[in-house]
Nanobody, 115 residues
Framework: QVQLVESGGGLVQPGGSLRLSCAAS????????MGWYRQAPGKQRELVAL???????NYADSVKGRFTISRDNAKNTVFLQMNTLKPEDTAVYYC?????????WGQGTQVTVSS
């Protein structure tokens, strides 16, 4: 079992920044990739950014150049630095941990971009 706990969401004005954190615990040795997904009202959950155990990253086109995913292996934590936020970034952001044949999810954290 893997437990994921997110933090760092909130309300920010357009053009602002937020940093999300996701702390993993449990059977973390089995995780081969971690990522962030988001789900806006009435829309499907979508991948925002992904980082593998080897450090490779992947981003949704909509956030390239604005968001950065990183990890602190010593603290078993993944971060999502979000800059130049737009109203369309408003969503619940979920941390995801991938192990062979299963995905684990955090509880989600709300990000609202509004003036």
């Amino acid at each position: 079992q893997v437990q994921l706990v997110e933090s760092g969401g909130g309300l920010v004005q357009p053009g602002g920044s937020l940093r999300l954190s996701c702390a993993a615990s449990g059977s973390i040795f089995s995780i081969y990739a971690m990522g962030w997904y988001r789900q806006a009202p009435g829309k499907q959950r979508e991948l925002v950014a992904l980082i593998t155990s080897g450090g490779s990253t992947n981003y949704a086109d909509s956030v390239k150049g604005r968001f950065t995913i990183s990890r602190d292996n010593a603290k078993n934590t993944v971060f999502l630095q979000m800059n130049t936020l737009k109203p369309e970034d408003t969503a619940v952001y979920y941390c995801n941990g991938k192990v062979p044949s299963r995905n684990y999810w955090g509880q989600g954290t709300q990000v609202t971009v509004s003036s």
